[in-house]
């Protein structure tokens, strides 16, 4: 079992930055890669971006550019870090660890609400 723990969402202004983490406690060596979903009432979740073990990325063209994906391994914690925030970022963020292979498996966050006011 995996847990996880976000944490940073919140009201920002357009235009403006958050950060979102996201500490992963658990069986942390089965996990493949991490990633940061988003999800807006009435549309499926989408991947936001992911971070592999081996500390390459992607990303989700719509944040190429504003948006960062880190980890710091001492604290099994990811991070995203948001700029250049706009009213389409608004949405609730999870948080994802996921195993693949035979056994794959995925982890959920609760989710955070992130808001960009206009």
């Known amino acids: 079992q995996v847990q996880l723990l976000e944490s940073g969402g919140g009201l920002v202004q357009h235009g403006g930055s958050l950060r979102l983490s996201c500490a992963a406690s658990g069986n942390i060596a089965s996990i493949t890669y991490m990633a940061w979903y988003r999800q807006v009432p009435g549309k499926q979740r989408e991947l936001v971006a992911r971070?592999?073990?081996?500390?390459?990325?992607n990303y989700a063209d719509t944040v190429k550019g504003r948006f960062t994906i880190s980890r710091e391994s001492a604290k099994n914690t990811v991070y995203l870090q948001m700029s250049s925030l706009n009213a389409e970022d608004t949405a609730v963020y999870y948080c994802?660890?996921?195993?693949?292979?035979?056994?794959?498996?995925?982890?959920w966050g609760q989710g955070t609400q992130v808001t960009v006011s206009s």
């Open positions: 994802n660890a996921a195993r693949r292979g035979p056994y794959a498996l995925d982890y």
């Open positions: 971070i592999f073990l081996d500390g390459s990325t």
